[in-house]
């Protein structure tokens, strides 16, 4: 009797963690997606001494929101800017979002400093290099809140009333905006900052494919106006990060992360630099206008980031070692349970693997730029692995004929667990799944919570359908040969 009830037990148990683990997985990822991360501490840069840039009476600063290096060096305007010019070579740091980029290029603080790792409206605007000038000027193509939250004396277009992230008068505006860009741009005000958006709406539409480059291609002759506008300005073209090939950004991709730009003027030698950060950019920019950044930046004045290169990866927030231990120590403990429970070669959780290996090769790798990630219903996901559930459900069904309840689970489910503990853990994401309103963004573990959280729920799901079926087999079948031993033979 009591084994009957543990059978129903574990059936009931199973089953209500694959009812709940999904709606668990949207949790995170929305709080990932809307939250702040707690603040930390920023990567090294290269040491190294120089001049900043001189003052110049009027700084125009340029941003293609989601231009890919390669696009960018497909633009006349652009090229030819740069090459009478410096050329940048900027790593946006990560995540690679609009907002937390665009904080990081406007107080000289990275995402890991400032917390802010998601797109989200701000109550109050941050205290950065447009707050300190006066008369300083913000127009965006669309998505205002990004200009919105920098600090710009005044950033247009306006908020709607009441929806702090959505513009007022959107299709007014669309018509509007780049007339008073040209004349922000004209006007004397010692800081304009233009914000182009239709680069990134492609990218996030089509991928990189014909119509992003159309818009690419729109882009460059507002670049030309613009710059015809106040030639004698200093001009600073710039980008926030790339995009994957089938649209996306947000991880630490290199070709999401390594954006172009170019900075021209008078008074400036022709030059390329090496990898500098966009911390650095801010610096120049915050030289510029003459004003200072905050005391904890450590942006590089611009002849010291010229004379020195970031390493590739140099801009990545390292995972703590502590918590990247911990995690490998679960996976160890899942590997244990699968062994312990492993009675039949069959038993192993081929399902799990085969899942995961579905996801990559069709899907590629999970990472916060993967739009797949990221959907509520996850359709991108269990649609490909559906098919190798019912592996679960077998070989449990079969496994509760050969050996103890228990190990079967240990068996079917230890490996999915600990992988999805590992990464919840490496991703420090345990406070943000018992509540905390803190986004667990970090490069690689971040991505994969969200599809190691649903496959362990489909899983669980399987696996309960049969510890399910076996109960009732027993409760009302005959009973049989079939019947599970009910003690373990003592030499195993
Ligand atoms: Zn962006």
């Not at 199973?14 to 990822?29: F, K, S």
């Not at 670049?223 to 073209?237: E, G, T, V, Y």
């Not at 993967?370 to 559906?386: C, H, K, N, Q």
Request: overall charge neutral.
């Amino acid at each position: 009797m009591r084994q009957h009830l543990a059978v129903l037990v574990a059936a009931v148990a199973l089953l209500a963690a694959a009812w709940l683990l999904p709606d668990v997985r949207r949790g995170l990822i929305r709080t990932a997606t809307t939250q702040n991360a707690a603040p930390g501490e920023p990567v090294e840069l290269p040491i190294a001494e120089g001049a900043g840039l001189p003052k110049a009476d009027r700084t125009r600063v340029v941003l293609v929101d989601g231009l890919t290096a390669e696009a960018a060096d497909t633009m006349d305007t652009w090229k030819i800017l740069c090459a009478n010019g410096v050329t940048l070579n900027i790593d946006v740091g990560f995540p690679t979002v609009s907002l937390p980029v665009e904080i990081a290029l406007w107080t000289g603080l990275t995402q890991q400093q400032t917390g802010v790792v998601a797109n989200r409206a701000f109550d109050s605007p941050i205290e950065g290099i447009p707050s300190r000038v006066p008369g300083s000027v913000a127009i965006a193509e669309k998505y205002g809140y990004i200009v919105r939250a920098l600090g710009f004396a005044s950033a247009q277009p306006a908020a709607e009333p009441g929806k702090p992230m959505a513009d007022a008068n959107e299709s007014a505006w669309e018509t509007q905006w780049f007339t008073l860009a040209l004349e922000a741009v004209r006007s004397p005000s010692p800081l304009v900052f233009v914000h182009i958006l239709r680069v990134d709406v492609a990218g996030h539409k089509v991928g990189l494919g014909d119509g992003y480059t159309k818009a690419v291609r729109d882009v460059d002759p507002m670049l030309d106006k613009l710059f015809q506008a106040d030639p004698s300005a200093r001009w600073f073209l710039l980008s926030d990060h790339g995009h994957i090939a089938g649209g996306g950004h947000g991880g630490d991709e290199r070709h999401v992360r390594h954006v172009q730009g170019c900075l021209h003027g008078p008074g400036l030698k022709k030059q390329r630099s090496g990898l500098i950060h966009i911390v650095d950019v801010a610096r120049m920019i915050a030289d510029s206008v003459g004003v200072a950044l905050d005391r904890e930046s450590r942006a590089r004045p611009f002849e010291a980031a010229m004379a020195t290169r970031l390493a590739e990866d140099q801009a990545l927030p390292p995972v703590s070692i502590a918590l990247g231990a911990f995690a490998i120590l679960i996976l160890v403990a899942g590997l244990i349970g699968v062994v312990w429970g492993l009675r039949r070669w069959w038993l192993f959780p081929i399902w799990f693997l085969a899942g995961c290996g579905l996801l990559v090769a069709v899907r590629g790798l999970p990472t916060w730029s993967t739009p797949f990630i990221y959907r509520p219903e996850g359709r991108d996901m269990w649609t490909l692995w559906a098919a190798v559930l019912p592996l679960a459900t077998a070989a449990t069904w079969f496994g509760l004929q050969k050996t103890t309840l228990l190990r079967v689970i240990a068996a079917q489910l230890a490996l999915p667990i600990a992988a999805a503990a590992a990464a919840i853990t490496a991703a420090g994401a345990w406070p943000t799944l018992f509540g905390a309103d803190v986004a667990p963004v970090v490069p690689h573990f971040t991505a994969w919570v969200s599809p190691l959280l649903l496959l362990l729920a489909h899983g669980a799901g399987a696996v309960g359908l049969a510890v399910l079926a076996s109960a009732v087999h027993r409760a009302f079948g005959r009973p049989s040969a079939a019947e599970p031993p009910r003690t373990e033979p003592a030499a195993e």
